[in-house]
């Protein structure tokens, strides 16, 4: 009778780790030996660990990630990739988050930057980041149409898009872009220049970035709050990584 008012107790304040392993511990005898410090430190661990996984799992949701089982660990060094693994450790690491730069990832259709984009993304998750992935169309959709709707709603999007601790922008500058749009994505780097990170995923270097952002002065402000501080990392092969792995995980973009 007891045990059921202390587990509906922990139940109403939301403490199902330490209801769960309290339940365990009134029902297994072995545990009757132990001191109380002890048993309680059980609990506090389980209660502990489930909401950190709680929470990696939300953090993982809201970056809709293209590919969430995407990891480091799962990334390939095959020789004709010519990745440097240090280099993609000490990305996986966060620094670059905590230092507040950038990634570019170039190389042709298949090469996997997809997959490294969310690999270093959900990496970031783990670290407590927040993150979130988008392809560009689908952005500048979003904003053009808010920015149309005239109800408050491109501010709030802007915001959210700004203020996230890693964005990974997906097919960036596949096609040229209008004033417009060129106008949205140098508001949105201005705001994250300096104070949050990005990862650009591009099949174009940043040497032909000018041409598809319009020329002009407004793509020499974005390119420069986006290069300078970025880490550039090419990703090709004799193999791209749909013909190595047919329908095998790391066959993104």
Known sequence: MLNEHVLSKLQEMNLGGMAEAFKEQSLNREYQSMRFEDRFSLLVD??????????????????TFSD?????EDIEYHEDRRLKKELILKLGSGLYIQDH???????PTGSGKTFMACALGVSACRQQYKVKYVRLPELLDELSLAKLAADGSYRKIIKKYTKT???????????????EEANILLEITEARHKTVSTIYCSQIDPSGWH??????????????????????????GDISMRERHGL??????
């Open 101 to 107: 730069h950038n990634i570019i990832l170039k190389g």
């Open 248 to 253: 095998g995980r790391e066959v993104e973009e």
């Open 46 to 63: 389980l209660e502990y660990s489930r909401r950190k996984s709680n929470h990696l799992n939300r953090l993982i949701k809201n970056a």
């Open 211 to 236: 041409i598809k952002l319009g020329n002009g002065t407004m793509a020499e402000a974005i390119l420069d709050r986006i290069v300078h501080d970025s880490y550039q990392l090419l990703l090709d």
């Open 68 to 72: 969430s089982k995407a990891s480091i």
């Open 165 to 179: 601790d890693l964005l990974i922008l997906d097919e960036w500058l596949l096609t040229d872009l209008s004033k």
